[in-house]
């Protein structure tokens, strides 16, 4: 069968690194035929990949999309308040669109969307890979299956690691809620879709509390200068310093550690304890290049090409180089969101950047079981306790690491190709709307914190549409 042929928005980490490697590794799923990017060295690179020819490589998504439909399918990979308009441009040309996560940042800009979808006839996918890991999906089917009785209580947490938080919500792409989107959308739109699909059904009313307490100015350690690399008198026990965090790596590799088994944790390890050693053996066992030669996330941020060479240049005129005290950020760095679900359901999602180790966790009480789960970065468990046999089942669900997003991001695409081939039946739209009942609870969420209020969801969600449940 021959591959899908695509075009691509935006050929940034998403784009070119996570979708990009899809098509490379599996060139018979997934063809590129056409970019848009502004960056030259990221648009040329990715056209190299990829063979793209000259004058199929665009500078802007307008200069592309106005064009001839020149492929089946559209992914559009720009930044959270770039997606609107691209989608738009796109289903109405003909193609069937990947959309990434958050579907736009408003809630009209979500309703446009999903109506222009229904209207063109187009597909439309979003990047929510978390409902296409083995993990969710095994959550998923655990309560469907009603095992654990009659559902009471929820507490689901997405644990993001202090040194994430610093990255993406600090020094990075979504630290002004303004200029991106607020955090409880950017991180947590995954959770609210997560939760809505697992319950299968409405949210009745939340609140919400959060604030930004730890990442401001006058946290900053006394005469910290504006860089970490401008002589920073903390920089041996600043747990931020940012070649703690980007050369020596630490933090991913301690927490992989933490988190993993096999041969994974072995190399993680190895890593940690003898960087040199696992350098030597990886000129005889190259796949342990992964981990003592490691270029991808976060590092591929700082540098295309992310060698020590390049990440130290960048560190010291880029935005990861900066004091996590003084860059301007003003999203939250923890906020809860209190949920009362149909059935009496009480629902409790907690965000937070200071974990030690990243993960989401999941606690489900039910009548006749507890539940808990845990979904890192290096593995991943499900543990059930029968209240009345005493009974323990434990599922592990760690996904290949290599895989990213715990597998997800390989199983989207995957879902994406057979959806265009017409080889499978998933309703796109369908989920597409289901997602916008998850973007309504955080947009919600957003207004109760900082109204300091509680929304009702009937009320909030008739402001936009006509409520259809
Ligand atoms: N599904 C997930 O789990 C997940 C994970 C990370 C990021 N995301 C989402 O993916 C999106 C992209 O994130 P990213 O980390 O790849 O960002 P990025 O900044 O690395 O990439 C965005 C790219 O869009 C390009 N761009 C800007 N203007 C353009 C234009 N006019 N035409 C074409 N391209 C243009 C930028 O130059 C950049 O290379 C974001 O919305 C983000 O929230 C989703």
Redesign the pocket.
């Given at each position: 069968m021959d591959p899908v042929d695509a075009v691509l928005?935006?050929?940034?980490?998403?784009?070119a690194n996570d979708f990009g490697s899809y098509a490379l590794q599996y060139p018979d799923r997934l063809r590129f035929v056409a970019v848009?990017?502004?960056?030259p060295e990221?648009r040329t690179r990715f056209a190299h990949q990829h063979q793209i020819p000259l004058n199929e490589q665009y500078?802007?998504?307008?200069d592309l999309l106005s064009t001839p439909q020149k492929a089946r399918g559209a992914l559009i990979?720009?930044?959270?308040q770039?997606?609107v308009e691209?989608t738009l441009t796109a289903l109405r040309r003909g193609y069937d669109v990947l959309l990434?996560?958050?579907i736009a940042t408003t809630p009209e800009g979500c309703i446009e969307v999903i109506k222009t979808a229904a209207e063109t006839g187009r597909q439309l996918h979003i990047?929510?890979?978390l409902r296409y890991t083995s993990h969710f999906k095994k959550l998923h089917q655990i309560v469907s299956s009603g095992m654990l009785g009659d559902l009471i209580n929820i507490d689901h947490r997405e644990n993001v690691s202090w040194w994430h938080m610093a990255h993406s919500f600090v020094r990075g792409?979504?630290s002004i809620s303004s200029e991106s989107s607020p955090m409880i959308l950017?991180k947590c739109c995954?959770d609210f879709d997560l939760l809505l699909w697992i319950l299968d059904r409405n949210c009745e009313h939340l609140s919400s509390i959060g604030h930004l307490v730890h990442f401001r100015p006058e946290n900053a350690p006394p005469d910290a200068p504006q860089r970490c690399l401008d002589g920073c008198p903390v920089s041996e026990d600043c747990p931020y310093y940012a070649p703690f965090v980007y050369i020596d790596m630490l933090p991913l590799w301690r927490d992989i550690a933490d988190t993993s088994t096999g041969l994974v944790n072995i190399a993680a390890q190895a890593q940690l304890k003898a960087p040199n050693l696992l350098k030597f053996a990886s000129k005889a066992a190259p796949p342990l290049r992964q981990v003592s030669d490691y270029r991808g996330w976060p590092r591929s941020?700082l540098a295309l090409e992310p060698s020590p060479d390049a990440i130290l240049k960048a560190l010291r005129s880029g935005p990861y180089g900066r004091c996590v005290y003084f860059c301007g950020n003003d999203v939250v760095d923890h906020q809860v969101v209190l949920m009362k679900f149909a059935g009496k359901i009480s629902v409790s999602l907690t965000m937070h950047g200071h974990s030690h180790i990243e993960g989401r966790s999941t606690r489900i009480e039910g009548s006749r079981a507890t539940l808990k789960a845990f979904f890192g970065l290096g593995g991943s468990w499900i543990e059930i306790d029968e209240h009345r046999s005493d009974r323990s089942i434990r599922h592990d669900t760690t996904a290949d690491v290599k895989r990213a997003?715990g597998g997800g991001d390989v199983e989207l695409l995957n879902a994406f190709v057979e959806s265009l081939r017409a080889t499978n039946n998933l309703d796109s739209l369908s989920i597409a709307r289901q997602a916008l009942k998850s973007y309504f609870l955080a947009f919600a969420a957003e207004e109760a914190r900082l109204g300091n209020k509680i929304v009702n969801m009937q009320s909030y969600a008739a402001r936009y549409l006509p409520y259809e449940d």
């Amino acid at each position: 069968m021959d591959p899908v042929d695509a075009v691509l928005i935006g050929a940034g980490q998403r784009g070119a690194n996570d979708f990009g490697s899809y098509a490379l590794q599996y060139p018979d799923r997934l063809r590129f035929v056409a970019v848009a990017e502004p960056i030259p060295e990221r648009r040329t690179r990715f056209a190299h990949q990829h063979q793209i020819p000259l004058n199929e490589q665009y500078e802007h998504w307008q200069d592309l999309l106005s064009t001839p439909q020149k492929a089946r399918g559209a992914l559009i990979c720009t930044q959270d308040q770039m997606h609107v308009e691209p989608t738009l441009t796109a289903l109405r040309r003909g193609y069937d669109v990947l959309l990434e996560k958050p579907i736009a940042t408003t809630p009209e800009g979500c309703i446009e969307v999903i109506k222009t979808a229904a209207e063109t006839g187009r597909q439309l996918h979003i990047g929510h890979v978390l409902r296409y890991t083995s993990h969710f999906k095994k959550l998923h089917q655990i309560v469907s299956s009603g095992m654990l009785g009659d559902l009471i209580n929820i507490d689901h947490r997405e644990n993001v690691s202090w040194w994430h938080m610093a990255h993406s919500f600090v020094r990075g792409s979504w630290s002004i809620s303004s200029e991106s989107s607020p955090m409880i959308l950017a991180k947590c739109c995954h959770d609210f879709d997560l939760l809505l699909w697992i319950l299968d059904r409405n949210c009745e009313h939340l609140s919400s509390i959060g604030h930004l307490v730890h990442f401001r100015p006058e946290n900053a350690p006394p005469d910290a200068p504006q860089r970490c690399l401008d002589g920073c008198p903390v920089s041996e026990d600043c747990p931020y310093y940012a070649p703690f965090v980007y050369i020596d790596m630490l933090p991913l590799w301690r927490d992989i550690a933490d988190t993993s088994t096999g041969l994974v944790n072995i190399a993680a390890q190895a890593q940690l304890k003898a960087p040199n050693l696992l350098k030597f053996a990886s000129k005889a066992a190259p796949p342990l290049r992964q981990v003592s030669d490691y270029r991808g996330w976060p590092r591929s941020v700082l540098a295309l090409e992310p060698s020590p060479d390049a990440i130290l240049k960048a560190l010291r005129s880029g935005p990861y180089g900066r004091c996590v005290y003084f860059c301007g950020n003003d999203v939250v760095d923890h906020q809860v969101v209190l949920m009362k679900f149909a059935g009496k359901i009480s629902v409790s999602l907690t965000m937070h950047g200071h974990s030690h180790i990243e993960g989401r966790s999941t606690r489900i009480e039910g009548s006749r079981a507890t539940l808990k789960a845990f979904f890192g970065l290096g593995g991943s468990w499900i543990e059930i306790d029968e209240h009345r046999s005493d009974r323990s089942i434990r599922h592990d669900t760690t996904a290949d690491v290599k895989r990213a997003h715990g597998g997800g991001d390989v199983e989207l695409l995957n879902a994406f190709v057979e959806s265009l081939r017409a080889t499978n039946n998933l309703d796109s739209l369908s989920i597409a709307r289901q997602a916008l009942k998850s973007y309504f609870l955080a947009f919600a969420a957003e207004e109760a914190r900082l109204g300091n209020k509680i929304v009702n969801m009937q009320s909030y969600a008739a402001r936009y549409l006509p409520y259809e449940d």
